[in-house]
């Protein structure tokens, strides 16, 4: 299943945003990251968001938008408001 996911670590106050399409392979990459990778940095990311996409096409382009943001406000408001998530899955068909 392609997704796009944010994890969250309180440690470092940090999102990290990916996309995978398998899910709990990728999760599991992150648990067991090597030590120059960025989640290596902190051992307590849980995640935040997962959006489910249609392909990967729309999966990289969704990503991409909101790695573009750079917004932690905006990631927050993926949850708080979930009509911008619709209005993504909409625009990056």
């Known amino acids: 299943m392609n997704c796009v996911y944010i994890l969250h670590s309180?440690?470092?106050?940090?999102?990290?945003?990916g996309y995978t399409s398998d899910f709990d392979a990728r999760i599991e990459f992150h648990k067991n990251a090597e030590s120059h990778k960025f989640t290596a940095n902190a051992k307590?990311?849980?995640?935040?968001?997962?959006?489910?996409?249609?392909?990967?096409?729309q999966g990289l382009n969704i990503e991409k938008h909101i790695k573009k943001?750079?917004?932690k406000t905006y990631i927050e408001n993926l949850i708080k408001y979930p009509d911008i998530i619709l209005k993504l899955k909409e625009r990056y068909k």
């Open 44 to 57: 307590d990311w849980v995640l935040f968001l997962k959006i489910p996409c249609e392909n990967k096409t």
């Open 10 to 17: 309180i440690k470092l106050n940090r999102f990290y945003i």
């Open 69 to 71: 943001m750079r917004s």
